[in-house]
């Protein structure tokens, strides 16, 4: 099979296609054929400062996360053919992951997908809309009368979580750096827009949000926290700030009276909750946002894209 591997820190230009045999299967685990992958910033930061630790097994294809159909189902109760997704668990870090044709992954990391997607709409999907449905549904417990504040809006997620909290019913505040922003955000759903000069508990809002999505991180986390009316809720999910802890942590001063701080960890996804999420998808009208696809062989370029961050939305790599 074709595979791209990762033997240690290095450029994008670096990264190349090279023959490896299919792994065979074992007990607990599948093969998948994959058909397309979703790229990661974290497959980047692998890439660029992780891959030389001890802590990652290289040498290592990269991926987080991949669609496609079971290839070989082992003792796993899949069958050969059901179309899937994988995420998260350790691929492409603690063991192989999508950057191939074939992936062996745990069973309990891939699970059955029915959508009328194409492979690519589909791989747009996995981490990216699982991070934002978990944030907004086990987070947040976002309702139709909620009014939610999406701070990082313009990022892959915070788009996908428009998306999804329009499909729930609840009004959305999206909260983005550039003015330029705003019409491509009111498309994917956003009732009103905002600009986000780090201290939006100053201004004075259209709506007030009783829910917050934090996707920026503690570089904003207060001001979120201040934002929000009481009652309220704060689920801090993302790190875009690049700040990646609170200093000197005080939670009975930090956290404001009537008011919860929640969090998301994508890391364990479970068949329910992709099922909660893909009906979501589908019975609320959702189309899965990508920006720019590439094939295996571009794969330098799709990197090179992807640590610059200039895509403007989701890359994907189409497997053929």
């Known amino acids: 099979m074709r595979a791209v591997v990762l033997h240690g820190c290095c450029k994008a230009d670096d990264l190349q296609v090279s023959e490896r045999p299919v792994p065979k299967v074992r007990h607990g685990w599948v093969l998948v054929r994959v058909?397309?992958?979703g790229l990661n910033h974290s497959e980047a930061l692998l890439r660029m400062y992780e891959a030389d630790n001890d802590y990652i097994n290289t040498p290592v294809v990269p991926g987080i996360e991949c669609v496609g159909e079971i290839a070989d189902a082992s003792d796993s109760g899949f069958s050969q053919g059901d179309r899937v997704m994988a995420l998260m668990g350790g691929m492409g870090r603690?063991?192989?992951?999508?950057?191939?044709?074939?992936?062996?992954?745990?069973?309990?990391?891939?699970?059955?997908?029915?959508?009328p997607f194409d492979w690519v709409s589909l791989a747009a999907i996995p981490e990216t809309y699982y991070t934002a449905y978990g944030s907004l549904t086990e987070g947040l417990m976002l309702a139709p009368d909620d009014v939610l504040l999406?701070?990082?809006?313009?990022?892959?997620?915070?788009?996908?979580?428009?998306?999804?909290?329009?499909?729930?019913?609840?009004?959305?505040?999206?909260?983005?750096?550039?003015?330029?922003?705003?019409?491509?955000?009111?498309?994917?759903?956003?009732?009103?827009?905002?600009?986000?000069?780090?201290?939006?508990?100053?201004?004075?809002?259209?709506?007030?949000?009783?829910?917050?999505?934090?996707?920026v991180g503690p570089k904003t986390l207060h001001d979120s926290l201040l934002t929000v009316a009481r009652p309220g809720y704060v689920c801090n999910t993302?790190?875009?700030?690049?700040r990646f802890t609170v200093e000197h942590f005080d939670p009975i001063k930090y956290i404001p009276n009537g008011v919860f701080l929640t969090g998301f960890f994508s890391n364990f996804p479970t068949q329910a909750a992709i099922d909660g999420m893909m009906g979501l998808i589908i019975?609320?009208?959702?189309?899965?946002?990508?920006?720019?696809?590439?094939?295996?062989?571009?794969?330098?370029?799709a990197h090179r894209l992807l640590e610059a961050g200039g895509a403007g939305g989701k890359i994907v790599l189409k497997i053929d």
């Open 35 to 37: 058909r397309a992958v």
């Open 94 to 115: 603690s063991f192989n992951g999508s950057y191939a044709e074939y992936a062996l992954l745990p069973a309990k990391n891939v699970f059955r997908v029915d959508s």
């Open 150 to 215: 999406v701070r990082g809006a313009t990022s892959t997620v915070g788009r996908a979580a428009i998306q999804l909290a329009k499909a729930i019913g609840a009004t959305v505040v999206a909260a983005a750096r550039r003015e330029c922003s705003f019409a491509q955000l009111k498309e994917h759903g956003a009732d009103h827009c905002i600009t986000d000069d780090e201290h939006i508990s100053q201004q004075t809002l259209p709506v007030r949000p009783n829910k917050v999505l934090e996707l």
């Open 238 to 242: 993302g790190i875009l700030g690049h």
């Open 283 to 301: 019975t609320g009208g959702v189309h899965p946002l990508y920006s720019k696809v590439f094939t295996l062989d571009e794969i330098a370029e």
